[in-house]
């Protein structure tokens, strides 16, 4: 892989805090013409889903050889492992508990290692710290990746195995796509993990969510202040939103509600 110097940030930090600038301190420490860009900061705490759910529906707009950092860590200073894997020409490294699980399995050719503590010695890292792995390990590591002066393979060891995903993937049968809700936006839009590959094939789409039965729309100005739509968003998936509100707020509903896209209207 050609690294680009490109990486990107992905935590459940927020925004209050020193904690993802002082990771951006220790990559450019490292290397100082770093493009340190990110992605999101405000991953529901300790839900590595949505973590996942964003990397793997943005790498592709990064130039290839960009690493790709996701830290929800509920397990920071246990015995987990850190993954560091290769899928498309860029690199991901994330905890080893179900966070980089989706993009794995759709990866067609995933390389998928597990960092190796003993081989770090070379890049000098300082004694982690036992709840700020982000800064000790993850940043300086992404940082020598993104230099191009160390491998994947210089720094972990192959491995087949990791944590499953906490969301299983959509089931598809005839005319019925059933998902979950795995995030919700500042607008109060309800994104699935509901790929519009799955639901091309039907000809009037409806989607069955908090009781209710929403038609279809190609953009929010199709829909009538109030009503509800669902449509296939900038990202691929389907989307639950309501024009000029919330959809959250109006259908009382989560991260993990169920969803159900059918071929028509169910009576």
């Not at 972990?156 to 005839?174: H, K, Y």
């Not at 919330?246 to 989560?254: P, R």
Request: proline share 7%.
């Amino acid at each position: 892989m050609q690294a680009s110097g490109v990486i990107t940030i992905t935590t459940d930090f927020g925004h209050k805090g020193p904690f993802a600038a002082v990771m951006k301190g220790v990559i450019l420490s490292r290397l100082p013409n770093a493009r340190v860009i990110d992605l999101a900061h405000d991953i529901p705490a300790q839900w590595p889903p949505e973590a996942g759910f964003w990397v793997s529906r943005s790498y592709p707009w990064f130039p290839a050889g960009s690493v790709h950092l996701a830290i929800v860590d509920p397990g920071v200073g246990t015995e987990r492992d850190i993954l560091v894997a290769e899928c498309d020409g860029h690199v991901f490294m994330a905890p080893d508990n179900g966070l980089l699980a989706q993009l794995l399995e759709n990866c067609a050719e995933p390389r998928v290692y597990k960092l190796a503590m003993e081989k770090l010695e070379p890049l000098k890292l300082p004694v982690p710290s036992a709840t700020f792995h982000g800064r000790d390990i993850f940043a300086p590591v992404a940082a020598e990746l993104a230099a191009g002066r160390v491998s994947v393979s210089d720094i972990a060891t192959p491995t087949s195995e990791w944590t499953p995903g906490w969301i299983d993937e959509p089931e598809a049968a005839a005319g019925r796509v059933a998902g979950v809700i795995v995030t919700i936006d500042t607008f109060g839009n309800l994104i699935s993990n509901i790929d519009a590959t799955l639901v091309e094939r039907f000809s009037e789409p409806v989607a069955d969510i908090a009781g209710h039965q929403i038609a279809m729309q190609t953009t929010y100005g199709r829909a009538q202040p109030g009503d509800y739509l669902a449509l296939i968003n900038s990202f691929g998936v389907i989307e639950i939103a309501r024009a000029e509100g919330s959809a959250a707020d109006g259908l009382g509903s989560a991260r993990g509600a169920p969803l159900v896209v059918r071929d028509g209207y169910q009576t």
